[in-house]
């Protein structure tokens, strides 16, 4: 499968790049890419939340009345779950909400998410680029060119480019991210996938070893 590459001034150059079709021509897996998704947005909960249990709250450990004769049912101290401002029954405790993901399944999750963008012709390659500083106008006039400015673009470096993230972090719906930190998430969540020629080798390296 081959896609046109295109300059930064969205004219095609007249050269094409072949799209590796044991990644991007794949039958998509929806539900390698459902428990991808899961464990992502998973490993994004703090899992900090806390209630007290009867032994952790305030009050007298006072029986207040009899164990019978008193017509209702039986009632211990005042931290009893049973009562207003007593504790809490099985609450939630500080824990990590991650789960094991074979390594395999998360690499099969991210190629059916990239497969699924060359379905829907939501994946660009153009040249490589970058800017001698950061300028949001430059970025936005790519934007213009490739018009991609109304959908949320995610932009895919071959590695860390401080400048290109800086010139993009205030445009809205506009994320810039380096090759080897894409997620099935991340792909998804985009409208249009704008890939260098450099990051399609990169990419190409990390999900077929």
Sequence with gaps: MEVSVLNIKGQETGRKVALNDAIYAIEPNDHAIYLDVKLIMANQRQGTAKSKERSEVSGSTRKLGRQKGGGGARRGDINSP???????????????????????????????????KVQENALMVVEDFTFDAPKTKAMVEILNNLKVSDKKALFVMPGADKVVYLSARNIERVQVMPANALNTYKVLNADVMVVTESALAVIDENLTK
């Design 82 to 116: 049973v009562l207003v401002g007593g504790g809490r029954v099985f609450g939630p405790k500080p824990r990590d909400y991650g789960f094991k993901l074979n390594k395999k399944v998360r690499q099969l999750a991210r190629k059916s998410s990239l497969a699924y």
